[in-house]
């Protein structure tokens, strides 16, 4: 298993760090500015960076890939997209790819962009998935090019992985994403819960992730579209009662980009 750090970046970015032990190999996820990277690395000399994982094509997940790759000559990992500069291996839904001996399965899962992808590790004891801005900690993506349908079609996908998936993220969303879901579900005790501890967390400066894809599923409307409660809240809002998961998620997807 490859230790994960998270490196702060612009307002609310993080930028992932998978770090092998055995090879003093790194890879970086998402780096839409290299000067964390670089930072880091010149803090830990017996470290190199060998591999750039990209999840879609947003200026804040690329911007910082030709410069990384130009300082240290590393590989660059994304979706079959050419309108990212310095790919060197496009990944296609289902394609499986070996990482410092881990194999990770490659999900594509349009919504938020058409091009985006998700890498998942289904490791025995410890599965984890890197979902970049598809799955936050409690919410999901704003919909810039895909549907409705593909988005709720992706989150249904990401929730059949196994309950004990840790799930790395690539925003610092979670107090706002979570105050929504109170709104919601005003009763659901998961979400109270969880946000007393996120909001301390964040008063005292420290990050909120990863998360689980359990506590995901108790606490994210966008994961509970199914729920009766999430259903009602739903027709509330928007002034007619949802008949499937896909209606209900447009009305709080909705909900949420003006809450």
Partial sequence: MPQFIALPAFQDN?????LDETT???AAVDPGDA???ITWLSRHPEYQLSTILLTHHHQDHTGGVLTLKGATGCKVWGPANDNIKGIDRRLEDGFRVCLFEQEIEVLTVPGHTLDHIAYFCNHLQDPWLLSGDTLFAGGCGRLFEGTAEQ?????????NLPDNTTIYC???YTQA?????RAVEPNNPDIKVRLEVVEDLRRDGRITLPTTLALEKRTN???RCEDQHVRAAAAAHSGAMPTTGVQTFSA???WKDTF
């Fill in 24 to 26: 003093l190999q790194v």
């Fill in 252 to 254: 709080i997807r909705s």
């Fill in 151 to 159: 988005m709720h079609a992706s989150l249904q996908r990401l929730a």
């Fill in 35 to 37: 000067q964390p990277v």
């Fill in 221 to 223: 409307p966008f994961l």
């Fill in 170 to 172: 690539t925003h610092e």
């Fill in 14 to 18: 993080y930028i992932w760090l998978l």
């Fill in 177 to 181: 994403n979570l105050r929504f879901a």
